[in-house]
């Protein structure tokens, strides 16, 4: 193999061999061991020889007006690909990647955030974005969130509305953003793994929709999305939580002051609702026989609330008939409003139901969360043999979730036949 060269302040160029493949040098010629840099040596000096055939052909002035005369460089001045640089360029390259970022053409945070929300409000249901904005308000704070909100203020929550969260990053643009930022802001507000997932998507939507839309130009062209980098924060946090007889009855006694607090709890364990959902019943939803219609509120409003699953039907078990019997029994409104209302009649609101939960588990010393009941009502079900995929309907889930968290509650056939003689 051989290749060519030109020797340093003249203008001839020569033919040179390789060593024989499994030497040291790549190529004696460019004096490396380098394939990837030989090869681009090469083609630079393919290039020179072809630029020496051209040396005569003028250029025309409109396209020397073009560049400025400082970068024009006359063959004599032209660098060979041999010659090293020296120790003052490699100096001044070190300082120059020292030196702050031009971020004339970087995109702002607030540019990114006004984009991520309008897209926000277009794609999601409105108890989603809720979601989504109230974990920007952790990271940068309420002001900015708040002035930014794209929301009608009247559709705000009362309770974040006065609330005043300090930013933990006060950057102004988005390359100040980096991993080890995200992973100092986990660590400091002691999220779990969900939470921790849930922020990893909203940062990468973010960034994606500034890199797709242009308003970010990343500074390391290979990494552009930096969430990218960071852990998938997949798992669980810890077994779930399952509650026994005995502490079933104690939570209903702890609650038991508060008919609709209780009327709240007593569908979440015996029907597996999640919270915003009981939260959008009315009492023409529900039924002592047959089942229990999800639906999407047909005529929104600042008091609707949006289902994350859409619609679905749920079972009424007989544990469950006598609760809602009474419930309706006991119930002075019409049958279009909602069973869960604010003292304005309106539907009551997560944080209000949640609070007078919290706040009667705490007297009773009972420390478990709402979220286990949802965990007792699916392992009590698989304990019953129900169909994992019915389970998945009644529950709004995918039977890929249920088996994440509760496959250690599934007994083998056997066993079962043989516990229930």
């Not at 690909?81 to 945070?109: I, K, R, W």
């Not at 930014?148 to 509305?161: I, T």
């Not at 009502?377 to 995929?389: C, D, H, P, Q, Y």
Request: with cysteine.
């Amino acid at each position: 193999m051989a290749s060519y060269y030109r020797r340093p302040n003249t203008k001839h160029f020569s033919l040179a061999c390789y060593p024989c493949p499994g030497s040291k040098l790549v190529r004696a010629s460019l004096g490396t061991d380098d394939p990837v840099l030989a090869e681009k040596m090469t083609r630079k000096v393919e290039i020179l020889c072809e630029l020496e055939k051209l040396a005569d052909v003028p250029i025309p002035e409109k396209l020397l007006a073009a560049f400025s005369l400082s970068s024009i460089r006359s063959d004599c001045e032209r660098p060979t690909p041999l010659e090293p640089s020296p120790p003052q360029a490699v100096a001044a390259v070190a300082v120059a990647a020292q030196a702050p970022m031009d971020t004339s053409e970087s995109g702002t945070v607030r540019e990114a955030l006004v984009a991520y929300m309008v897209r926000s409000l277009v794609c999601n249901v409105p108890q989603a974005q809720a979601d989504k904005i109230s974990r920007l308000r952790q990271f940068f704070g309420s002001d900015l969130i708040n002035s930014l909100d794209p929301r009608p203020p009247e559709n705000l929550k009362h309770a974040r509305k006065g609330k005043v969260i300090p930013p933990v990053f006060e950057g102004k643009y988005l390359y100040e953003i980096t991993e080890l930022v995200i992973l100092k802001f986990l660590i400091k507000k002691k999220y779990g793994l969900s939470s921790k997932r849930h922020f990893r998507e909203l940062f990468h939507a973010i960034f994606e929709g500034a890199l797709k839309s242009g308003i970010y130009k990343p500074p390391n062209p290979y990494c552009a999305n930096p969430v990218d980098d960071l852990p998938g924060f997949t798992g669980r946090d810890k077994p779930v939580t399952v509650l026994t007889v005995a502490e079933v009855v104690a939570q209903y006694a702890a609650v038991s002051a508060e008919p609709l607090v209780l009327f709240g709890c007593q569908l979440r364990l015996e029907a597996g609702f999640r919270l915003h959902e009981i939260l959008a019943l009315r009492p023409c939803d529900l039924a002592t026989e047959g089942k229990i219609r999800l639906i999407l509120p047909q005529n929104p409003n600042p008091s609707g609330t949006g289902l994350k699953t859409g619609e679905r039907t749920i079972t009424v078990r007989h544990e469950l008939r006598p609760i809602i019997r009474q419930y309706l029994e006991s119930y002075e409104g019409d049958y279009v409003s909602w069973c869960f209302q604010s003292p304005t009649g309106l539907r009551m609101a997560t944080d209000a139901f949640g609070e007078s939960l919290r706040t009667m588990n705490r007297a009773a010393n009972l420390t478990w969360t709402s979220q286990d009941y949802r965990h007792t009502f699916a392992t009590r079900r698989i304990s019953e043999g129900w169909n994992l995929k019915t389970l998945a309907q009644e529950m709004g889930t995918s039977v890929a979730m249920l088996m994440i968290h509760y496959a250690g509650y599934i007994e083998p056939p056997i066993h079962a036949a043989q516990s229930s003689m």
